[in-house]
C-alpha cells in the first residue's frame, strides 16, 4: 500500500535559521513520484517539486533544497536562511505508478517562521 | 487567466440539506479532481474525471456524487450533508494522465451543523 509520513506537525524557527521538514513513503513498486505542495495562510496549495524514482540527485532551488535518498524512503525538503514568507503547511506527496491520478498525501507539516 | 477557481468558498449547511460546489478551470486541462482536507489528514481524494463526461471514484467518495458535463467544470455534490462532512474541498485539475503536478484552486469551506 501507498503511504507517506510526515511526523513533524508543527515547527517554529526563527527567521534565517536552517530548517528541514521530513517525508518518509511507503510502496511496493519501483516507479513511483513524489511532490512537494506548499500551502500557505491562503489556502491554496502551490506545487514545489516533482521527483521520479529514477532520479535520486539532490535539488536545489535558491534557498530549498531537496534529498532524495531510496535506501530509506525518504525525501526531506530543507529551507536554507528560512524568512516569514515560508509560514505555511507543507505537504509531500506520492503517486504512481498504475494509477497517477491517485496521489497519496502526508498530514503536513506546518511550519512557523517568527521574525 | 483565473486558473482553477471555486465557488462558494463558504458554506454553512445543515444535517441533510444539499449542495453543490463548482470547480471551473480555464487551463484547458483534462484532468480534474476533487479532495476534501481534514486537520491531520492531509488530503484525500473523493472523485476524479480523465475527461468530459468521465468520472471515477476517489479513495472516500461515499455521500458525494460528481459531474463534468463541460471540460471545464467539474462539480461535487452532497445529496444530504453530515457534520461528518465538515471539510475544506479543493478542486484540482492536471494536463494529462502523467505524473504532472496538479494546480488546486483556493477552497471552500464546508460546515455542517
Known amino acids: 500500500a501507498q503511504k507517506v509520513t510526515q511526523a513533524q506537525t508543527e515547527i517554529s524557527v526563527v527567521e534565517k535559521e536552517d530548517v528541514t521538514l521530513d517525508c518518509v513513503y511507503e510502496t511496493r513498486d519501483t516507479t513511483y513520484y513524489l511532490f512537494w505542495y506548499k500551502q500557505p495562510p491562503s489556502g491554496e496549495l502551490v506545487f514545489l517539486i516533482r521527483?521520479?524514482?529514477?532520479?535520486?540527485q539532490n535539488e536545489i532551488s535558491g534557498r530549498y533544497s531537496w534529498n532524495f535518498q531510496k535506501s530509506t524512503s525518504s525525501f526531506n525538503f530543507t529551507i536554507t536562511a528560512s524568512q516569514v514568507v515560508d509560514s505555511a503547511v507543507y505537504f509531500c506527496?506520492?503517486?504512481?505508478?498504475?494509477?497517477?491520478?491517485?496521489?497519496?498525501f502526508g498530514s503536513g507539516t506546518k511550519l512557523n517562521v517568527k521574525p | 487567466n483565473a486558473g482553477v477557481t471555486q465557488t462558494p468558498k463558504f458554506r454553512v449547511l445543515k444535517t441533510g440539506q444539499s449542495m453543490t460546489l463548482l470547480c471551473a478551470q480555464d487551463?484547458?486541462?483534462?484532468?480534474m479532481y476533487w479532495y476534501r482536507q481534514d486537520p491531520g489528514m492531509g488530503l484525500r481524494l473523493i472523485h476524479y474525471?480523465?475527461?468530459?463526461?468521465?468520472?471515477a471514484k476517489g479513495e472516500v467518495p461515499d455521500g458525494y456524487n460528481v459531474s463534468r458535463l463541460k471540460k471545464q467544470n467539474f462539480l461535487l455534490g452532497l445529496e444530504s450533508a453530515a457534520p461528518s462532512q465538515t471539510s475544506v474541498y479543493f478542486c484540482a485539475t492536471k494536463v494529462g494522465d502523467d505524473p504532472y503536478e496538479q494546480y488546486f484552486g483556493p477552497g471552500t469551506r464546508l460546515t455542517v451543523t
Open positions: 474525471s480523465v475527461g468530459e463526461g468521465t468520472t
Open positions: 487551463m484547458n486541462h483534462e484532468y
Open positions: 521527483r521520479n524514482s529514477f532520479d535520486e
Open positions: 506527496a506520492l503517486s504512481g505508478p498504475y494509477n497517477f491520478n491517485k496521489f497519496y
